[in-house]
T-cell receptor, first 112, second 112 residues
Framework: EPEVTQTPSHQVTQMGQEVILRCVPI?????FYWYRQILGQKVEFLVS????????KSEIFDDQFSVERPDGSNFTLKIRSTKLEDSAMYFC??????????FGPGTRLTVL | RKEVEQDPGPFNVPEGATVAFNCTYS??????FFWYRQDCRKEPKLLMS???SGNEDGRFTAQLNRASQYISLLIRDSKLSDSATYLC?????????????FGGGTRLMVKP
């Protein structure tokens, strides 16, 4: 069964550093998403991406965040200058038709 | 008022029991509804979509009450493997690519 994959599984970084989280969505899916979940809290939407552009973004997704689909398979989330409060689990999701979304295993980001 | 509200639980039930969870949502324009399950420190996994007519998948039955803005999930003949957090999820309207809004989840623990 096809699945979303994410790398790395765990990323530790120093405050102020840039990080890039990588995702490979399911191959025939057209809609891509990033969500985050701070430990003990609910899953929160960050951004959705379709047809090579951002279709929606939340208040969390400020100028420090960017997304890119650099080739036909990868979908990346970049955080330019990490803050302590960026520590969370980051989930990538993809959808064939924009309805049911399937999640990757997540990247745990720890900012020291 | 929270957008998607769930009783956090935990619900402690014996194997074989029937258990029901409810969820309320605040946006009357919400169009798509889902139940996801999340195991500890893992990604949300789609359990089932919820349709206006209600739907059943094996031991799981989901129902939607648009007038009262609530969604339910019924699990029959609980198994130990059903122990997880169940997430109620809505999207704001029927446009493709929409963000998912998650509830905080209801924790279920099935005991032998």
């Amino acid at each position: 069964e096809p699945e979303v994959t994410q790398t790395p599984s765990h990323q530790v970084t120093q405050m102020g550093q840039e990080v890039i989280l990588r995702c490979v969505p399911i191959s025939n899916h057209l809609y891509f998403y990033w969500y985050r979940q701070i430990l003990g809290q609910k899953v929160e939407f960050l951004v959705s991406f379709y047809n090579n552009e951002i279709s929606e973004k939340s208040e969390i997704f400020d100028d420090q965040f960017s997304v890119e689909r650099p080739d036909g398979s990868n979908f990346t989330l970049k955080i330019r200058s990490t803050k302590l409060e960026d520590s969370a689990m980051y989930f990538c999701a993809s959808s064939e038709a924009g309805t049911e979304q399937f999640f990757g295993p997540g990247t745990r980001l720890t900012v020291l | 008022r929270k957008e998607v509200e769930q009783d956090p639980g935990p619900f402690n039930v014996p194997e074989g029991a029937t258990v029901a969870f409810n969820c309320t949502y605040s946006n009357s324009a919400s169009q798509s509804f889902f139940w996801y399950r999340q195991d500890c420190r893992k990604e949300p996994k789609l359990l089932m979509s919820v349709y206006s007519s209600g739907n059943e998948d094996g031991r799981f039955t989901a129902q939607l009450n648009r007038a009262s803005q609530y969604i339910s999930l019924l699990i029959r003949d609980s198994k130990l493997s059903d122990s997880a957090t169940y997430l109620c999820v809505v999207t704001p309207d029927n446009n493709a690519g929409n963000m998912l809004t998650f509830g905080g989840g209801t924790r279920l623990m099935v005991k032998p």
